[in-house]
């Protein structure tokens, strides 16, 4: 028998600023699909995230609206839970950057870097604006990109993902006042990002075959470069508090906070359950740790999570898995709320069954290049192979004219293996992150099902040979028996339904048959045909 593993799965932390689109939903499905897997593979399972509560994004929008950073954070927290409750996340823990429990932790993980010679004192010129009488932050200023010229916020370039250096920010233009920053000297604390060089290119080359192209080819860029040391505070009065004396004007960078709530939850959830954290995150405790994200976050998980976790120098597992997706965009334009471009997460959940919108997120979705989401691409994928093909079998079958209970009969070997090959099939693909292939797999099931029942015509075996309709049924409601733990990590809902209908019990990754008749109730159809909007 399989050892159990103890999985830990991250899904990136959204900033709490602004509402979820479905882009947002494309990079994060993933971590739930493979939480949903493991747990039924009957591994230990930690699937973790929370809302990012600091940084500029917040600040800027509490400007803007006149309230201050926690209420905003507050309002778009309760926001994403309501989202991720809709669509059925099974996070085994959602906080926030704002808890007083993720303070602690991570300012005594900021302070053993700082012991351990990791974090380190500079005095160097920073952007500051003279206007607004302050040192501004990345996402403070506007500049245009020195690597592909494109005009962008000072964090992070939208079309090259280049991250600028604090020298390359002098010269920006204040976001606020519109003023050109100029140098001034600033008391930093830095990150020293470049002790870690040879150790980060070592997990990466080791990582070849487990992390998506995309977070492979990133990270290699970044070492080709030869790694940067990076500012770790900001000239903010929100945010987790510096632990040194010194800094108390200053707060820590919301990149080195957000990452290590991953390992902040882990130590709370563990805590709560009477469990030891250390075997989700320590060497040697048979531990798998996945990274679920969009790709402009591949570099604070390959690389500078993972220096943070060398830095402590406590024998720290690292990153295994690296699930990065490309980008959704929306009828062929990105995700703009400001140009009223995309629909929001709530919006879509008002239109769309959540089943299926994971579904669509999943075997349309951006896994290894851009994909687009339109209305009408959903409501095809909706009514044909969600309702014709996966609906239709289960109705035909379980709501036959007349039929009132499955009786017991042979099942057919050629069947048995498919439905076994199925589970090695879909696991494979899942565990190698192709969930696209893995949900066309499964339809691959569902259709010899609907050709299966075809063939065999029980409409007319039901008058001439009833031992041949029962067979047919059973046959029938034996492969949906087993489509109901298949595609429990994408369709929960549907699939805890099917297994009240045919009275089972907890879903397994394994072949699970029919062994005595079952009575028929209550069954209504899973899906109704959609019309386009």
């Known amino acids: ?17 602004s509402s979820l689109h479905l882009g947002h939903l494309a990079g994060l499905i993933s971590g739930d699909i493979l939480a949903r897997y493991f747990r039924l593979k009957g591994n230990n399972v930690l699937y973790v995230s929370g809302s990012d509560c600091h940084g500029t994004p917040i600040t800027e929008r509490a400007k803007k609206e006149k309230k201050n950073p926690k209420e905003i954070a507050s309002f778009y927290d309760k926001e994403f839970r309501e989202v991720f409750r809709r669509l059925n996340f099974s996070y085994d823990l959602y906080s926030t950057t704002e808890s007083e429990f993720h303070k602690e932790k991570v300012q005594i993980l900021f302070k053993k870097l700082y012991d351990n010679g990791y974090i380190y004192e500079k005095i160097e010129p920073q952007a500051f604006c003279e206007k607004c009488n302050k040192f501004l932050s990345d996402r403070e200023i506007k500049l245009k990109c020195p690597v592909c010229g494109e005009e ?11 991250i600028p250096t604090g020298e390359e920010l002098i010269g920006g233009t204040c976001i606020e006042c519109g003023t050109k920053t100029i140098r001034k000297d600033n008391k930093i604390l830095y990150l020293a990002l470049s002790k870690f060089q040879k150790e980060i290119e070592q997990r990466t080359k080791e ?14 860029k970044y070492l080709k470069q030869g790694l940067l040391d990076r500012a770790v505070t900001r000239d903010l009065d929100w945010g987790i508090e510096i632990p040194l004396e010194g800094y108390e004007d200053k707060r820590m960078y919301v990149w080195i906070d957000a990452v290590l709530g991953y390992l902040t939850d882990t130590m709370k959830i563990c805590e709560e359950r009477g469990i030891d954290w250390q075997d989700f995150w320590k060497e040697g405790r048979n531990n798998l740790i996945y990274m679920c994200h969009g790709k402009d976050n591949i570099v604070f998980h390959s690389i500078i999570l993972n220096a943070i976790l060398l830095g402590q120098k406590e024998n720290y597992h690292l990153v295994d898995r690296i699930v990065s997706t490309e980008y959704l965009n929306y009828k062929d334009q ?19 069954p ?44 379980l709501k036959f004219k007349g039929l009132e209970k499955i009786e017991m009969s042979t099942m057919e070997e050629d069947i048995k293996k498919k439905i076994e090959n199925a589970y090695i099939e879909v696991g494979n693909l899942i565990e190698r992150l192709e969930f696209r292939e893995a949900t066309n797999r499964l339809i691959e099931l569902v259709e010899f099902a609907n050709k299966y029942y075809d063939e065999n015509e029980p409409w007319k075996q039901r008058k001439e040979n009833i031992e041949s309709f029962n067979k047919t049924i059973f046959n029938c409601t034996n492969i949906i028996a087993n489509l109901a733990n298949l595609y429990e990590p994408i369709m929960p809902e549907a699939c805890a339904k099917i297994r009240q209908y045919l009275k089972l019990g907890q879903a397994k ?25």
Request: net charge negative.
């Open 1 to 17: 028998m399989e050892e159990r593993k103890n999985i830990l799965i991250g899904g990136a932390w959204p900033y709490a600023n």
């Open 152 to 162: 962008t916020k000072g964090d992070q370039c939208d079309n090259c993902l280049h």
């Open 207 to 220: 990582c070849e075959d487990t992390w998506r192209i995309n977070a492979k080819n990133e990270t290699e």
């Open 334 to 352: 990105k995700f703009s709320k400001s140009k009223g471009i995309g629909i929001t997460a709530l919006e879509a959940l008002e239109l769309y």
């Open 354 to 397: 959540s089943d299926s919108l994971r579904y669509h997120l999943i075997s349309n979705g951006p896994e290894k290049k851009d994909t687009n989401f339109t209305p009408e691409d959903f409501v095809n994928t909706h009514n044909g192979e969600i309702l014709n093909k996966f609906g239709n079998l289960i109705n035909r079958t």
């Open 509 to 533: 990754w394994e072949p699970v048959y029919i062994e005595k008749e079952i009575i028929l109730e209550n069954i209504e159809p899973l899906f109704e045909r959609l019309k386009l909007e």
